[in-house]
């Protein structure tokens, strides 16, 4: 799937269609001018230039499917009754393969047992963190943490963000982070206390290893943490603030051209997911669900082609009265529950 937001669009247009759910390219091709036009709320002349420019930047037919006949081979709808020049639909053919064989490819429940064992995980040092998390933060997976406010979940982010840069010969990923703000509660003097204690801390086991000898791991591991800084964690921690609920989404689908451009990142940290999604969908609740699953889905693509962590911070909704207890639920709804690339954990302050 193709991102919407890397269609070459004026960026209003771009920003209706974002606002409206409307997130991957595959949103628009297929859909109706008529219906697009309603959905986002401009004319259906409108709608069908949209339509037009994101099927040719897909490498589609710009008309296929929107009036105009398609060239492929099929049945046709029987002309419209009353005379005059009818529009010509085009239904696929009974005999045409949906898809060639060869592009089906399933997989053994032993090749995925065998992938999630050998899963690298973001490490923490925190024994009882890692041994709760399964060894760590894994890769490739959606990691929530949620809890009621002052529950420390910020500071929990950013020591993820922070640990990424654990080398790997101390069962680290060694890699980079990206740290996406939706409150602005990301404190940059608290970053670099806890870069220069996780950096003390590698050091502090390194110079026990005179003890054991000198073997090539440990000559290895005092190289690593030798050029392991607390500037060159910082440098590696790639800061994002988003202010409104369209440039989360639009940064979310941007993530794969960010990831290009800086390779190295192991971790992406949203703090926190729905803060931009509390407020102003009391009216439209089915367009929120969409937008937050639509971010979801995006997420666990990035995380598994990418071969990284994400890691969604959430607060706890209060939910008051019955038997008189505070206790509530994640503030994302729904969106997030049940899901089956990844895990939520809860913090109590």
Not at 34 to 41: D, K, N, Y
Not at 298 to 306: D, I, K, P, T, Y
């Amino acid at each position: 799937m193709r991102a919407l937001s890397t269609c070459r669009l004026a960026p209003s247009r771009l920003a209706q269609l974002l606002e409206h759910g409307f997130q991957v390219a595959e949103d628009v091709i297929d859909m109706p001018p008529m219906e697009l036009g309603s959905e986002v709320g401009i004319s259906a002349k409108d709608a069908l230039e949209v339509i037009r420019q994101v099927r040719a930047e897909c490498g589609a037919a710009p008309d296929a499917g929107v009036g105009t006949p398609a060239s492929t081979s099929g049945a046709t709808a029987p002309p419209v009754a009353g005379g005059g020049d009818a529009a010509t639909t085009t239904f696929p053919s009974p005999s045409a393969p949906a898809m060639s064989s060869g592009s089906v490819r399933g997989r053994t429940a032993m090749d995925l047992l065998s992938e999630e064992r050998s899963l690298n995980r973001i490490v923490t040092f925190c024994s009882e963190l890692d041994e709760m998390l399964g060894g760590g933060v894994p890769l490739r997976k959606i990691t929530e943490f949620s809890g009621a406010p002052g529950a420390g979940k910020t500071q929990l982010g950013i020591q993820l963000a922070v640990d990424a840069a654990i080398p790997a010969v101390f069962d680290g990923v060694g890699g980079e982070a990206i740290y996406i703000d939706t409150e602005g509660s990301f404190i940059v003097e608290r970053v670099a206390e806890i870069a220069d204690a996780m950096v003390a801390h590698l050091n502090f086991i390194t110079s026990r290893y005179h003890r054991d000898g000198a073997d090539e791991e440990h000559v290895a591991a005092r190289a690593a943490v030798s050029s392991l800084t607390r500037n060159k964690v910082l440098a590696g921690l790639h800061y994002f603030r988003v202010h409104t609920y369209v440039e989360q989404v639009a940064l979310v689908h941007l993530l794969p051209e960010v990831l290009r451009a800086r390779p190295r990142v192991k971790l992406i940290v949203i703090d926190s997911i729905a803060f931009h999604f509390r407020h102003g969908f009391s009216n439209d609740m089915a367009l929120r669900t969409r937008l937050l699953n639509g971010m979801a889905q995006q997420l666990m693509r990035v995380a598994s082609e990418h071969a990284l962590a994400v890691v969604l911070i959430n607060q706890m909704t209060p939910k008051l009265g019955g038997g008189g207890g505070g206790r509530g639920g994640a503030g994302g709804g729904g969106a997030w529950g049940g899901d089956d690339e990844g895990s939520a954990t809860h913090l109590t302050p």
